[in-house]
């Protein structure tokens, strides 16, 4: 079934908190500091998520309005996926929200004026195909995102946060939706676009959050979340979604990911 904007527009909103009564939850019981060390991570990776908006919006994506309507709404969940997270960090006594984000940005300032510039090259020089390659990566961006929350939530094994990172994974499921729908749509009839799809993915995609945290978060991350049997089924399940595809059989992306971290 093709994903609809309209409809989608209508059930945005910021995922709610104010009921889980979070600061009492985890002052009975805290979580575990592999746990926190996690939640660091998405909460960066999720607030940095306006960055990544940018970045799409100098390429030839913006000319869809489909696509600029989802965009519009997108940034504004994952901001709140952010700020929910940042509550359970301010829950632990730690920093979170815009004075960390401050720092993270503040490391990165090369980075963040030079990223806009790439992308905009790279679609001046791919030509429309390059959507394809922007909505299959959101695609398994969105995938990974989901499946790093449910493994988090098992581990974590904590009523609050379990309840919290559904109520994300729901959102993350209509993200999901989009690109998934607009990625096949894209890749349908477009040589194109599938061998750039498939070229771009392979030379260069890497876990979500890669090219902000630093090396050692990306290690503890995947393996903590999937480096055991569960973890590498999900990801064997999302290789086979990636599979399906057109033009982008056996990629083995995201396992080979994993592998390569764990190496
Ligand atoms: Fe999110
Ligand atoms: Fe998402």
């Given at each position: 079934m093709r994903f609809s904007v309209d409809q989608y527009q209508q059930v945005v909103r910021p995922v709610a908190v104010d009921d889980l009564d979070l600061d009492?939850?985890?002052?009975?019981?805290?979580?575990?500091?592999?746990?926190?060390r996690c939640l660091r991570y998405?909460?960066?990776?999720?607030?940095?998520?306006?960055?990544?908006?940018?970045?799409?919006?100098?390429?030839?994506?913006?000319?869809?309005?489909?696509?600029?309507?989802?965009?519009?709404?997108?940034?504004?969940?994952?901001?709140?996926?952010?700020?929910?997270?940042a509550r359970v960090l301010r829950a632990h006594g730690e920093q979170a929200g815009r004075p960390r984000i401050e720092r993270v940005r503040r490391s990165r300032r090369i980075a963040e004026a030079v990223?806009?510039?790439?992308?905009?090259?790279?679609?001046?020089?791919?030509?429309?195909?390059?959507?394809?390659?922007?909505?299959?990566?959101?695609?398994i961006n969105e995938w990974t995102t989901q499946a790093g929350y449910a493994r988090l939530a098992a581990k974590a094994d904590h009523p609050a946060l379990t309840e919290l990172l559904r109520r994300i994974m729901k959102q993350e499921g209509r993200h999901i939706d989009f690109y998934a729908s607009q990625a096949a749509a894209r890749l349908t009839g477009d040589g194109r676009a599938r061998r750039l799809t498939?070229?771009?993915?392979?030379?260069?995609?890497?876990?979500?959050?890669?090219?902000?945290?630093?090396?050692?978060?990306?290690d503890h991350l995947v393996g903590f979340l999937f480096g055991d049997d569960e973890g590498r089924v999900m990801l064997e399940r999302i290789d086979r979604r990636i599979d399906r595809l057109p033009g982008l059989a056996d990629l083995r992306l995201v396992s080979g990911a994993a592998d390569r971290r764990a190496a």
């Open positions: 009492h939850a985890f002052a009975e019981r805290r979580l575990a500091e592999p746990v926190l998405m909460h960066d990776v999720e607030l940095h998520t306006v960055c990544y908006l940018r970045d799409l919006l100098v390429t030839s994506a913006h000319r869809d309005p489909e696509i600029t309507t989802f965009l519009t709404m997108w940034v504004y969940e994952e901001y709140w996926h952010g700020g929910a997270l990223a806009p510039l790439k992308h905009m090259l790279g679609s001046a020089i791919a030509g429309p195909s390059m959507a394809a390659v922007h909505m299959t990566w959101g695609a498939r070229f771009a993915l392979r030379k260069a995609w890497r876990p979500v959050g890669s090219d902000v945290m630093p090396a050692e978060e990306v």
